[in-house]
Every structure is written in C-alpha cells, then in structure tokens.
C-alpha cells in the first residue's frame, strides 16, 4: 500500500468518513461497490418470496400492507443503486449482472414462501436479522451510504412491526394456524442462522478493515439470538437446534450453520434463485421499450 | 440526470439532504422523489435540484487568523484564573 492509502486506511479505523468525491483507494471503491451493490440486489430480490402472497395474503388490509412493504423494498434498492452508481457501476450495469447472475443477492431470498406463515417469518425474523446488519451500517466509512441507511433503517423497524402483528394474530388463532408458523419457523432457522455470514474474525474481514461494515459476522448472529430467541420462545415456539442456549456469561450456544448450504445457495444454486431471476429476465425484457421509447423522448 | 432532494421533515425545520435520484427530466425526477422521500408522511416538503445546480465549498482559508470572528478568539479561562487571583476571591469559590 502507499503512503496515501496508509493513511486513508487509518482515517477511516479511526472513524473518519468519506464523501463521493473525496479521493479513495481503488481497492476502497471496488469493495464499497461489490458489498452495496448486493444489498441493492437482495432489496430487489427481497421482494419476490412476498410478491407471491400479495393475491392470497388473507384480508385486504395484509394484501395493501404487504403491497406497501414490496415498494418499500423496491425503493430501497433505488436508493442503494444511487449509491453504487455515483461510485461509478450505473444502475443497469448492476442490473444486468444480477440477472445474468454474475452479482449475488442474500441467501434468504432463494428459497420458496409455502404458506401465509412464511410471509410472517419473514417480515418478523428475516427483516429482524437484516436490520441488525443495516444498523451497523449507520457507523459505515462510505457517508452516503450511511446517511440512506437511516431511512431504510426506519421503514425495515415498520417492517417487523408488520410482521410481528401477523405472526401474533396466527399464534391467538387456532391450532392449525399455531401449526403454520412452526413449521415456517423450522423452514427458515438454517437460513436465518446462516444470514450473518461466516464467522471469521472482524479484523481478516475486508469489510471490516475498511469499516464499511461496523461489526462481525458472528457478532451480529449473537445480537439476533439474544434480541428474538427470548421472543420467540414467549410466544410458545421453538427452535429447531437443541443445541440452542444461552451461556451464563451471556454467549448464545447453536449448532454450526450448514456453511455449505449457505455457498452453494449464493452462488445461484437455491431452491427458486434460477425461477426468480427468470422473471427479473422477463420483467426487464418486457419493459425494455418503455426505457428505449418514453426515457430519451422525457429527456 | 441526478437530482439532489432535500426535504423538511416539520414546518419550521431546516431542510437537510435525503438523497439523489436519476431521472431524464424535472417532471419525472419529481414523482421519484414524492415516492422516494414523500410516502409515509416524513416530509412537508422536498427540494428537487439538478446535482449540477449545487455549488459544493469546501475550503475555509484563513490566511489573516481572524479569530475574533471564533469562539477560540476568546480564551477567557486562563484570564478569569488571573482576575480572581487578583481579587482574592478564588479560595471562597472553592469552599
């Protein structure tokens, strides 16, 4: 490294912030893009595991609510592709890398939404999870992406408001319903223990060293267990790992999550990563004249 | 085209920056902006400026030290020590 890149590297672990036009390592910029522009992806992605309850989601109030989060999470990846594009990667550059399946999105978004009851899991347990990550990234080296992560923040705490009020109005219903959210539940632990990434050391994590990320992977796996086992466990469920406790010393014990499952599924190998991303094809393919026609005639 | 949106978030507030969106023209770049930054009510009102509308400065020289238009232009401890010495009043302050 040079001596300028010393020094950018001590002024961001020592807090420092940087700004878009500020001067930045090469290195710097390639990780900031690679790392937001999979969260844009996985807002995108996010969305298509809840798209398909929309129609059958029970009542009209959860069909407009949960119509309200998929914009929410569309808008999201908005913001976060303004981010990646003022650091040089256009909006439909990672849009074609992400539907040709170059780029990667989260793990949880490859997997299928069998029943009402996974809607709930997710809107509770997997904006739970992502949250945790998201609010590290208040503390993010890159500002512009630590100033959008305030909204996002606010709108994903609506989220598990949302979620938590369908996962509560199943549990007082009845034992068929009770019966629904276990299962769900026990469908997405795996995935859920295995979103935080794995555990390696925050100082041999790139992220970490050039503090666009505020905290470790295990760590965060930690603050998920102790905010939403003891709420999970008071509404009567449980969890699938008997392995699962908490140490006297306030260390949450579990099973190792299945790290190759978590692999094999980001690389574009998940239960509906190729039928999700043909329609993301479809949609694009689909809409490619209004850019080409409506988009250069408004300019 | 990037605008900047700046939104109030009560009457009365100052306006601070939300973000940017792509848009081709003012009208589209509105209607982004209503949807990005104006949905569940967090705003009163947006600013939507064309990115090449803002002027950034971001240098301060201060070539004639002119410290009297600053706060550290008035070191009144040291002197404040001083003047109660003078009166003899700094032991009563300290009991």
């Known amino acids: 490294m040079s001596a300028r890149e010393d020094e950018f590297l001590e002024y961001v672990q020592s807090g420092g912030q940087v700004e878009t036009t ?91 939404t069998k029943t009402w009851g996974d809607v709930g899991v997710i809107a509770w347990l997997v904006d739970a999870a992502a949250i945790i990550s998201q609010k590290a990234l208040l503390k993010c080296s890159y500002a512009p992406y630590a100033r959008i992560m305030k909204k996002i923040c606010w709108e994903e705490s609506f989220h598990i408001l949302h ?12 034992d068929a319903q009770r019966e629904l959210v276990q299962e769900a539940l026990d469908r997405w632990w795996g995935p859920l223990m295995q979103f935080h990434g794995n555990p390696i050391p925050a100082e041999d994590d790139p992220m970490y060293i050039w503090r666009i990320k505020s905290q470790g992977n295990g760590e965060a796996r930690q603050q998920f267990l102790d905010g939403y086992v003891p709420q999970i466990w008071e509404l009567g469920l449980t969890v699938s790992d008997p392995k699962l406790r908490k140490n006297d010393d306030g260390v949450w014990e579990f099973s190792e999550p299945d790290w190759d499952e978590l692999k094999h599924v980001v690389t574009g190998h998940g239960p509906k990563t190729e039928e999700r991303l043909g329609l993301r094809r479809t949609t694009r393919g689909e809409t490619e004249w209004v850019r080409r026609v409506v988009l250069p005639e408004a300019a | ?93 300290r009991s």
Not at chain 1, 50 to 68: C, S
Not at chain 1, 163 to 174: F, Q
Not at chain 2, 15 to 38: C, D, I, M
Not at chain 2, 43 to 59: F, N
Request: net charge negative.
């Open chain 2, 1 to 93: 085209m990037i605008y900047e949106v700046f939104r109030q978030e009560r009457k009365g507030q100052a306006f601070a920056h939300a973000g940017s969106v792509e848009a081709p023209n003012e009208e589209f770049a509105e209607w982004y902006a209503r949807e990005e930054f104006g949905r569940r009510g967090e705003s009163v009102a947006l600013w939507v400026v064309p990115r090449e509308a803002v002027h950034e400065i971001d240098e301060f020289v201060d070539e004639l030290g002119r410290n009297y238009h600053r706060v550290d232009g008035y070191p009144l401890k040291e002197k404040l020590k001083q003047a109660r010495e003078r009166a003899g009043t700094s032991a009563d302050r």
């Open chain 1, 163 to 174: 979620g938590r009020d369908v996962i509560l109005t199943m549990m007082n219903g009845t």
């Open chain 1, 22 to 112: 500020d001067w930045m390592p090469d290195d710097y910029r390639a990780k900031l893009i690679k790392f937001i522009e999979m969260h844009g992806n996985s807002e995108l992605m996010g969305v298509l595991p809840e798209r398909e309850w929309i129609l059958r989601a029970p009542t009209l109030q959860r069909k407009l609510a949960l119509t309200a989060k998929v914009q929410d999470e569309v808008g999201h990846s908005q913001l976060i592709y303004r981010v990646v594009s003022d650091l040089g990667k256009p909006r439909e550059h990672c849009l074609d890398d992400l539907i040709s399946g170059k780029s990667k999105f989260h793990n949880v978004f490859h997997y299928p």
